[in-house]
């Protein structure tokens, strides 16, 4: 069926970089925009970041504003969130989601952890 | 950024109920919001989109209202499986924002 599936994350230390990955299947990757979304343990669900269907367009959260970026691989069907200078007020569940009638696919989820 | 709050922040109610929640807007989004369900260590699923509209296979006992700044989230008879937290979301304008959340236990 239609999915998401992501990879990368971990535990990587302030001020360092990292890179989510997102990879889709069974439907057409390059007509859909697609979302970063957040949850910090414990916490509600935060909007990260989004790219247009054919890149020209992204949006990005205030709070990531500047430190992260979107893109995505549309031959490789492959969405993608780098991270940089992560701040422990980074760690999160980070979700790949697509747009069609709001969210309606979710990746797994792969967890984010900043700490020294 | 478009403020959501919900109400209330957590229920308790038993199988057969008929629960309802409610989302506030802080400017008119029109029907531009969508209802998800989360579950713990899972990712939300759309439940409600375009504030009324159901999901393709989400159960009938759930539906959606409102437009402007109200909206509600009703399940008509509530079932051991709609356990959860849920989740406002508005599409009206960026930032997208959720709402803080709503935590249904099943008593």
């Known amino acids: 069926q239609e999915q998401l599936v992501q990879s990368g994350g971990g535990v990587v230390q302030p001020g360092r970089s990292l890179r989510l990955s997102c990879a889709a299947s069974k439907f057409s990757f390059n007509t859909y925009n697609l979302h970063w979304v957040r949850q910090a343990p414990g916490k509600g669900l935060e909007w990260v970041a989004v790219?247009?269907?054919?890149?020209?367009?992204?949006f990005y959260a205030d709070s990531v504003q500047g430190r992260f970026t979107i893109s995505r691989d549309n031959s490789k069907n492959t969405l993608y969130l780098i991270m940089n200078s992560v701040m422990p007020e980074d760690t999160a569940v980070y979700y790949c989601?697509?747009?069609?009638?709001?969210?309606?696919?979710w990746g797994q989820g792969t967890m984010v952890t900043v700490s020294s | 950024a478009i403020q959501l709050t919900q109400s209330p922040s957590s229920l308790s109610a038993s199988v057969g109920d008929r629960v309802t929640i409610t989302c506030r807007a802080s400017?008119?989004?029109?029907?531009?919001l969508a209802w998800y369900q989360q579950k713990p260590g899972k990712p939300p699923n759309l439940v409600i989109y375009d504030a009324s509209s159901l999901q393709t296979g989400v159960p009938s006992r759930f539906s959606g209202s409102g437009s402007g700044t109200d909206f509600t989230l009703t399940i008509s008879t509530l079932q051991p499986e709609d356990f959860g937290t849920y989740y406002c979301q508005q599409f009206r304008s960026f930032p997208l924002t959720f709402g803080p959340g709503t935590k249904v236990d099943i008593k």
């Open positions: 400017q008119g989004i029109s029907t531009a």
């Open positions: 989601t697509r747009e069609l009638a709001n969210f309606d696919i």
């Open positions: 790219i247009s269907h054919d890149g020209s367009n992204k």
